[in-house]
């Protein structure tokens, strides 16, 4: 079994920076493993960042050179550094270790 907790969201200013955390805990073989999604109302979930079998990260076209993924190994805990953030990040966000999903965190841009 496998959980996921997705925190540090919450209402940020444009141009504001927010780091998201997700702790992992059960069978995870490898936290490179987990990625992050978002969905923001009225549209489908998208990827954010994503790791590579290269062992790089691919980040979706909206978010490059403003969002950076870290990993923690020893607390089993991903990050997401959130820079720079626009109104149109506003989002539930989500961690995913292949099947599973956490309960997602959310994130409202506005001023």
């Known amino acids: 079994q496998v959980q996921l907790v997705e925190s540090g969201g919450g209402l940020v200013q444009p141009g504001g920076s927010l780091t998201l955390s997700c702790a992992a805990s059960?069978?995870?073989?490898?936290?490179?493993?987990i990625n992050w999604y978002r969905q923001a109302p009225g549209k489908q979930r998208e990827l954010v960042a994503a790791?590579?079998?290269?062992?790089?990260?691919n980040y979706a076209e909206s978010v490059k050179g403003r969002f950076t993924i870290s990993r923690d190994n020893a607390k089993k805990t991903v990050y997401l550094q959130m820079d720079n953030l626009k109104p149109e990040d506003t989002a539930v966000y989500y961690c995913?270790?292949?099947?599973?999903w956490g309960q997602g965190t959310q994130v409202t841009v506005s001023s």
């Open positions: 995913k270790y292949f099947a599973f």
């Open positions: 059960g069978s995870i073989f490898s936290i490179n493993a």
């Open positions: 790791s590579t079998s290269g062992g790089n990260t």
